[in-house]
């Protein structure tokens, strides 16, 4: 029999936002993108802070928030990324994170999986504890997505993306969440969806990274349709699967938490697949940080119980996806609600912006 495996902490570093309605002004978003996506503004990091540093920010954060329960001790490191973490080659984020910590004795290691990452490392940490291969992991993630290699306003279709960072630690000692399941799934016929037909290279090209060429030509070769209906097809086969497990439905869960994404493509993607209204997701606070790269789940739990948006008992759902065609879906169960005096998923809005 596996251990249980707890959520003990979350939390998150995100800088000031920048708004919108400014960016639309200024040419660099797109007005018709910004009424079909409906993002008010974007954290973005203004000054030299690193990527990793971020990381290691959000991650003291969550220690501190768990040092009741695994003091000093950790076992298992596990970074999540979507972006440019600092240098070009031949080096990991995770073992710079390990030693800004001061943490001795644990395994660190890097995940790619791009908009799934942050759960695919949650996924992979609970695996290590389950399996008796230590006590405690720590989960991170940190994106800033800037140019040259990246527009943040004129990125992918239906999404634009904001800087931050998450942590989250897990423990078999206890925690104020229980992770009933975890399941991680791919369908890879989907995976020209971030490639493109182009020949591949035989190193980083020093350009802008065009987001929406490799989906436009794949939607030009197989239609819209072919990849709506598969992507469907593979989230409602996982979050069935992962339910089945646990003997939930769709009703029994409080929150749904999923992706920041713009609100046209959150609706066909996730909100009319599922059955699901925004109401129950995290929809209306996406509207400020856009999409935190790897990290929109871990910080969409944090965001739960900083602001008591769950109440002990609840059951709460995570659905996530990601370049490949990946997806990762859990089911949480509430039991306690910790008092976080920090709300680290506030941050500062643009003066045009209200909550």
Not at 44 to 67: G, H, I, K, N
Not at 230 to 251: C, F, M, N, P, Y
Not at 337 to 348: G, I, K, L
Request: charged share 20%; proline share 5%.
């Amino acid at each position: 029999m596996t251990a249980p495996v707890y959520i003990t902490s979350a939390a998150a570093w995100i800088p000031p936002a920048e708004s919108a309605r400014e960016a639309v002004a200024e040419g660099k978003y797109a007005a018709e993108d910004f009424e079909v996506n409906k993002m008010l503004c974007l954290p973005v990091v203004a000054d030299e802070t690193s990527v990793p540093d971020m990381a290691a920010y959000a991650a003291r954060r969550a220690l501190d928030r768990a040092a009741h329960v695994v003091g000093g001790r950790l076992d298992a490191l596990v970074h999540a990324s979507v972006y440019h973490q600092g240098r070009d080659y031949c080096w990991t984020s995770g073992p710079y994170i390990q030693r800004e910590l001061g943490i001795t004795g644990a395994f660190a290691v890097n995940v790619q999986q791009l908009s799934n990452g942050g759960m695919v490392a949650m996924d992979l940490a609970v695996s290590q504890l389950q399996a008796g291969r230590g006590t405690s992991a720590l989960v991170t993630t940190s994106d800033r997505f800037c140019l040259p290699g990246m527009d943040r306003w004129r990125g992918a279709y239906g999404i634009v993306v904001g800087d931050g960072a998450t942590a989250m630690v897990l423990s078999t000692a206890g925690g104020f969440a229980r992770i009933h399941a975890i399941a991680s799934y791919t369908d890879a016929s989907l995976e020209p969806l971030h490639r493109g037909n182009h020949p591949f290279t035989t190193s980083p090209q020093p350009k802008v990274d065009d987001l929406r060429a490799p989906k436009k030509s794949y939607l030009a070769k197989v239609g819209k349709e072919s990849v709506m209906q598969r992507a469907e097809v593979a989230l409602q086969d996982i979050v069935r699967s992962v339910l089945d497990k646990t003997g939930h439905k769709l009703d029994d869960f409080a929150k749904i938490l999923m992706p920041n994404m713009g609100h046209g493509l959150m609706t066909a993607q996730f909100l009319e697949p599922l059955g699901i209204t925004a109401d129950r997701s995290l929809m209306d606070w996406g509207r400020y940080t856009g999409h935190l790269g790897a990290g929109d789940l871990l910080a969409g739990v944090a965001r739960v119980v900083e602001k008591k948006l769950i109440r002990e008992g609840d059951l709460v759902l995570l659905v996530s996806a990601g370049g490949g065609y990946s997806l990762t879906v859990a089911v949480l169960e509430i039991e306690s609600v910790p008092e976080w005096p920090e709300a680290t998923t506030d941050f500062a809005l643009p003066a045009d912006v209200t909550e």
